[in-house]
């Protein structure tokens, strides 16, 4: 079984910074792409930012330039470091991971039990 915890959330005032951090932990073989997803009240979950395991990273337009993210594939983790915070950043932000075990033939994903952040003066 493979289980994500995330931390890092939190409230902050506009123009703000949070750093949030994601592990994963269990028996696998392998850590494909990561990635962060947010989900605000009355919208669909959408993909914030991507990584792949070589460290080639994606991001939604709203987010360029002011969220970072990263992966330690030694440890098993990714963070997101989100600076200049805006109150429209505001949601619940959910890892995921794509990994394969040792017994199977190709990567499943798995989400993290997500984390609030909040931005507001």
């Known amino acids: 079984q493979v289980q994500l915890v995330e931390s890092g959330g939190g409230l902050v005032q506009p123009g703000g910074s949070l750093r949030l951090s994601c592990a994963a932990s269990g028996n696998f073989f392998h850590i494909g792409a990561m990635g962060w997803y947010r989900q605000a009240p009355g919208k669909q979950r959408e993909l914030v930012a991507g990584i792949s395991s070589d460290g080639s990273t994606n991001y939604v337009d709203a987010v360029k330039g002011r969220f970072t993210i990263s992966r330690d594939n030694a440890k098993n983790t990714v963070d997101l470091q989100m600076n200049s915070l805006k109150p429209e950043d505001t949601a619940v932000y959910y890892c995921?991971?794509?990994?394969?075990?040792?017994?199977?033939?190709?990567?499943?994903?798995?989400w993290g039990q997500g984390t609030q952040v909040t931005v507001s003066s």
């Open positions: 995921k991971a794509s990994v394969t075990m040792y017994w199977a033939a190709g990567p499943n994903d798995y």
